[in-house]
């Protein structure tokens, strides 16, 4: 298998064999709704937009383990902790199995994580904020999680098969993971003032960042329309985000929440919540690696790249001495 960085997948030569028919081929099984596999002939941009994509998702479910991973020593009782540390450990499997869906499109895993390291490659931007109370924790449940399924249940009908596949599980389990925080916001909310505040305090910060989760507005998303046209999308950005605020005021409404939004009204003839103006500057600013973690995330990352080098060179040396033995 060969391995390329992000950018420099497709030499000129390849790209010199898309021949009309090839792509209509292609595109004609696209659109009968058949899955394209590792072997079968695609675009060269196919497979880069599916490497960044799913490069990108694999980082975020890694990176997305630190926020969380911030309180697992102060889980209010031990059962709360274990389900905290069982949620965590879910999010490293996911990152796992999405490095190795990437991995069939020829891209290595090493390269991934050394553009990860060095901030070429991108991760979702939530991850960029910080979990001040234990409420973050159950709101990053019920809001990050619960965007997270949005996004990700159209992705088990993408047209490219591993990627598909390895959505079916994620998706059993993120939605264990928006249980799990909607119980702790639940849980505060029949709790004391001091907890309702806490509950309250953690939705003021964490609604408009789940929102900017979705991406740029749909007339504002490069990718979007050749993504739908491949079937790696099947929903827009708008589309999925309305999606969101319809299931999630309701269920801020149960808990007895406010939703930080002046303008949120129910518009009875669309059957749709309508929301404020999201601060698109602030989503760039994050992206550009200004938010409030950035600096703070990847710096841990890199510290626990390092710590783990000898893990990495145990196993490389054992795999010698078995391969060795193996050819004597
Ligand atoms: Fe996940
Ligand atoms: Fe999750």
Known sequence: MYTQGLDQ???????????DE????????????????????????????????????????????????????????????????????????????????????????????????????????????????????????????????????PLCRCSYGPYARAMVRVCKEESFHQRQGFDIMHTLCRGSDEQKAMAQGALNRWWWPSLMMFGPNDSESKHSAQSMAWKIKRFSNDELRQKFVDATVQQADFLGLRVPDDELRFDEDSGHYRFGEIDWQELFDVIAGNGPCNKQRLEKRRQAHSNGAWVREAAQAYASKQASRAAA
């Open 22 to 153: 090839l792509l209509s081929a292609f595109q004609e099984r696209i659109d009968a709704e058949e899955k394209i596999e590792p072997k079968d002939w695609m675009p060269e941009a196919y497979r880069r937009t599916l490497i960044r994509q799913i490069s990108q998702h694999a980082h975020s479910e890694i990176i997305g383990m630190q926020p969380e991973g911030n309180w697992l020593t102060r889980a209010p009782s031990l059962k709360r902790k274990v389900i905290l540390l069982a949620k965590v450990q879910d999010e490293a499997g996911h990152g796992l199995y999405l490095y190795s869906a990437a991995e069939t499109l020829g891209v290595s895993r090493a390269q991934m994580v050394a553009d990860l390291l060095s901030g070429k490659a991108k991760y979702s931007s939530i991850f960029n904020y910080p979990t001040l109370t234990w409420a973050d924790i159950g709101t990053i449940g019920w809001l990050v999680d619960g965007a997270a399924i949005m996004n990700q249940i």
């Open 9 to 19: 997948a497709g030499t000129d030569e390849q790209i010199a064999v898309e021949t």
